[in-house]
């Protein structure tokens, strides 16, 4: 028998929670609160609750619910690995279109952030098999697909899903995006943009210093203003943008847009 006086604080309590463990199947409560919790921020503790009760109840009928929750809590920790594998693992699982539709946005978000855009996109399609979605999960959809599209390359495929965001009217600040995104051919990298054009001709007289040849466009945007915009090159695709981006010296800002 352990002596459990002689034990550190963090041996016992790991020894009294692996005996909990052992002796209580996980409540079914305990994956409502990590739900809870992840909510709440605390992705860690939902993935906690979550992996207890994957282990206690491998063949609960919610098992679904359980392995998107330790996904998307995997996801939200940068496990994009363990991530992809709850979640997918969740849509063999389910039979919940709701749930499904769920999983595949974690998905497309997680291939979308890793700059997966082909997988992106096909995610993001598959989470709209479902009918009974809400417009702003609809338009949030439509959007990231036209985006993804654009980044391969397909600037035309893009148009029909940019448009589906602006006839919505449910995403302000999404439908803005779409409509400067709607008849972009290509992208470009901007070093700044400016509200005067004397600032954006500064920039323009320092980056020639550094051997970088840029122009200035201009355009109106969601507050009703002329911002003046500093930029070089015409990318067809993100990768070809991307690349060209790393060789700019890095104490010049760039970002990619379309």
């Given at each position: 028998m352990i002596a459990m006086r002689h034990l550190?604080?963090?041996?016992l309590l790991l020894l009294i929670a692996g005996a909990l463990a052992a002796c209580n199947p996980a409540?079914?409560?305990s994956l409502h609160q990590g739900f809870t919790d992840y909510e709440n921020k605390q992705p860690e503790k939902a993935e906690l609750a979550a992996d207890t009760y994957i282990r206690a109840n491998p063949n609960a009928g919610d098992i679904d619910q359980a392995l998107?929750?330790?996904g998307i809590s995997r996801m939200t920790r940068g496990n994009r690995t363990g991530a992809n594998e709850d979640l997918q693992a969740a849509i063999k699982k389910t039979?919940?279109?709701d749930l499904?539709?769920?999983a595949y946005r974690a998905l497309g978000d997680i291939a979308y952030d890793q700059q997966k855009w082909a997988?992106?996109?096909?995610?993001?399609?598959l989470g709209l098999d479902n009918l009974t979605l809400d417009k702003p999960t609809i338009t949030y959809f439509n959007y990231r697909i036209g985006a993804a599209l654009q980044a391969q390359g397909l600037w035309k495929d893009s148009v029909d899903w940019f448009s589906k965001v602006i006839a919505a009217r449910d995403d302000a600040a999404l439908a803005d995006r779409a409509v400067r995104r709607l008849h972009a051919t290509s992208f470009a990298l901007q070093y700044g943009a400016f509200q005067d054009r004397a600032s954006a001709q500064a920039l323009i007289t320092q980056l020639q210093t550094a051997g970088i040849v840029a122009t200035l466009s201009?355009?109106?945007?969601?507050?009703?203003?002329l911002w003046?915009?500093?930029?070089?090159?015409?990318?067809?695709t993100w990768n070809e943008a991307s690349a060209a981006r790393s060789r700019i010296p890095a104490k010049y800002p760039v970002v990619i847009v379309p």
């Open positions: 550190p604080k963090c041996g409540d079914p409560k998107y929750l330790r039979t919940r279109a499904r539709s769920k997988d992106a996109a096909k995610d993001y399609q201009s355009e109106v945007r969601a507050d009703n203003k003046v915009l500093v930029q070089s090159g015409s990318f067809t």
